[in-house]
């Protein structure tokens, strides 16, 4: 079974950065042939796609993290990277790592790494 280890998250003022990684309990040839994604949720809002990368590298994110937001991914470690900047009051949530809606079932999804912006 596969487990997915968010890390990176903490509390930053607005414009700042911060890179979330995500590790995954996977064989490598399991992992590396997966699309991999990020996703947020905030308190009281439903869990939102923030950032998708497939196994070819190519990325796709949402229209409120475009150009603030670079997700990326280092198959030798079987780990998938959000890199966070100009960080707004806004993008204050709980993110996520796991697989794309829709592209297969979800793995079981980790604890989460919390990221807060406020000055």
């Known amino acids: 079974q596969v487990q997915l280890v968010e890390s990176g998250g903490g509390l930053v003022q607005p414009g700042g950065s911060l890179r979330l990684s995500c590790a995954a309990s996977?064989?490598?040839?399991?992992?590396?042939?997966?699309?991999m994604a990020w996703y947020r949720q905030a308190p009281g809002k439903e869990r939102e796609l923030v950032a998708t990368?497939?196994?070819?590298?190519?990325?796709n994110y949402a229209d409120s993290v475009k150009g603030r937001f670079t997700i990326s991914r280092y198959n030798a470690k079987n780990t998938v990277f959000l890199q966070m900047n100009s960080l707004k009051p806004e993008d204050t949530a709980v993110y996520y790592c796991?697989?794309?809606?829709?592209?297969?079932?979800?793995?079981?999804w980790g604890q989460g790494t919390q990221v807060t912006v406020s000055s």
């Open positions: 796991n697989v794309p809606t829709g592209w297969r079932s979800y793995y079981p």
């Open positions: 996977a064989s490598r040839n399991i992992f590396s042939f997966n699309a």
């Open positions: 990368i497939t196994s070819g590298y190519s990325t």
